[in-house]
């Protein structure tokens, strides 16, 4: 399985592919990619934007991945295909996205507890789910890409989030695009 994330600075970016061993959380593989971007920043279009990066990283690993997982949306976008959806299409492999926000669809309060959720409804279709990946703590918004059931998504949300919210594979992306960004 392998985490996706894209930091910038301006117009210069930093894509990190993240692979993680399921039953550890532990880190296997990484691969970066860098570079100038030549879409801006376009809500709704993020993928036009990350996703020359993000084929770069991962072109760089020695293995493909069986499964993708973005820091975006899949379906719980306006146009109900986002990041994730965009990237399982193009390679042909199942991607689902985790996001830190809502983007579209609303949901009713969660329980507390490690594992609890709620649908995401926009406009009377179920596009994602709020899941509570940490007990006492925000939850994080999940949505299939391609290739995968949200319930899949969802289980897998609370099985990647060892220790904190954001689940291993797309924080341990976020750490390292940053940190390259940085070193840049």
């Known amino acids: ?3 996706l994330d894209v930091t910038y600075a301006d117009a210069f970016g930093v894509a990190a592919a993240v692979v993680i061993d399921v039953a550890t959380l532990s880190v296997v593989e990484v691969a970066t990619a860098s570079g100038p971007v030549s879409f801006p920043y376009v809500p709704g279009l993020l993928a036009f934007r990350e996703l020359p990066l993000l084929q770069d990283a991962l072109a760089r690993l020695s293995v493909f991945p069986r499964l993708l997982v973005c820091d975006g949306y899949g379906v719980a976008h306006p146009r109900r295909f986002g990041l994730a959806s965009h990237l399982g299409v193009l390679l042909d492999v199942p991607s689902f996205g985790i996001a830190k926000t809502p983007y579209v669809g609303a949901f009713s309060d969660i329980a507390n507890a490690r594992g609890s959720w709620a649908d995401m409804v ?3 279709e179920v596009v994602g789910r709020a899941v509570r990946t940490q007990t006492g703590v ?3 918004f999940v949505s299939a890409g391609h290739r995968i059931a949200l319930p899949d998504c969802t289980s897998l949300a609370v099985r990647l989030s060892g220790r904190y919210r954001i689940p ?3 924080r341990q992306a976020d750490i390292l ?7 840049s």
């Open 177 to 183: 695009s940053r940190r390259v960004l940085a070193e």
């Open 1 to 3: 399985m392998v985490g």
């Open 138 to 140: 925000k939850p994080v």
């Open 122 to 124: 926009d406009d009377g």
């Open 168 to 170: 291993e594979p797309t």
